[in-house]
């Protein structure tokens, strides 16, 4: 059974600072790796899928890289700022699996 | 679009009671998944609905929870009777292909007491 571990569980930064949040899986027969945000009392929403022929995804200051074989992967958030603060979600869609398997999340917040 | 659309956002009830969670997903998505997070336990997969027909249950906890897809329009995910370890947030998302491009609902509290 696949299973997906984030760490941090919890990370509080200052403003401006660059940050690295973790996910590993343990089955690397996957389709899909996905970054999803969630905000308190909200649903998720997705940030970065990358699939499992990539290497790495951006979108603006976030970058996630994906490395299949060692089942790591890791969402770079350059420039933090106080609206970043959420929890973020990994999640990995594993070939013979109906859909997501999610991680725990970290939970970040970014102070002023 | 107005996005996945779950109803209602907050919902209380006693013990014993049947609760009925409401889902509407996008226009056009062909899979439906729902999903209960806990603090102890995260984000797990219910049951989930391809071209409203149900694909994998196996996580459905026990037969006191049902779903149904009558159309693809519309789903609900039944609670018959609750009890107070029914208690999380329950999400619906739908997406276009199964393991693409999820759309998540706002999500259902439910608290049993």
């Known amino acids: 059974k696949q299973e997906v571990t984030q760490i941090p569980a919890a990370l509080s930064v200052p403003e401006g600072e660059n940050l690295v949040l973790n996910c590993s899986f343990t089955?690397?027969?996957?389709?899909?790796l996905q970054w999803f945000r969630q905000d308190p009392g909200k649903g998720l929403t997705s940030l970065l899928l990358?699939?499992?022929?990539?290497r790495e995804q951006t979108s603006g200051r976030l970058n996630a890289s994906l490395d299949k074989s060692s089942g790591r992967s890791t969402l770079y958030i350059a420039a933090s700022q106080p609206g970043d603060s959420a929890t973020y979600l990994c999640?990995?869609?594993?070939?013979?699996?109906?859909?997501?398997?999610f991680g725990k999340g970290t939970m970040l917040l970014v102070s002023p | 679009d107005a996005g996945v659309i779950q109803s209602p956002r907050h919902e209380v009830t006693e013990m014993g009671q049947e609760v009925t969670l409401r889902c509407k997903p996008i226009s056009g998505h062909n899979s439906l998944f729902w999903y209960r997070q806990t603090m102890m336990r995260g984000l797990e997969l219910l049951i989930y609905f391809n071209n409203n027909v149900p694909i994998d249950d196996s996580g459905m906890p026990e037969d006191r929870f049902s779903a149904k897809m009558p159309n693809a329009s519309f789903s609900t995910l039944k609670i018959q009777p609750s009890e107070p370890r029914d208690s999380a947030v329950y999400f619906c998302a739908s997406s276009l292909r199964g393991n693409y491009g999820y759309t998540f609902g706002s999500g259902t509290r439910l608290t049993v007491v």
């Open positions: 089955d690397s027969a996957i389709y899909n």
């Open positions: 999640a990995v869609y594993v070939v013979g699996y109906s859909t997501l398997t």
């Open positions: 990358i699939q499992s022929s990539q």
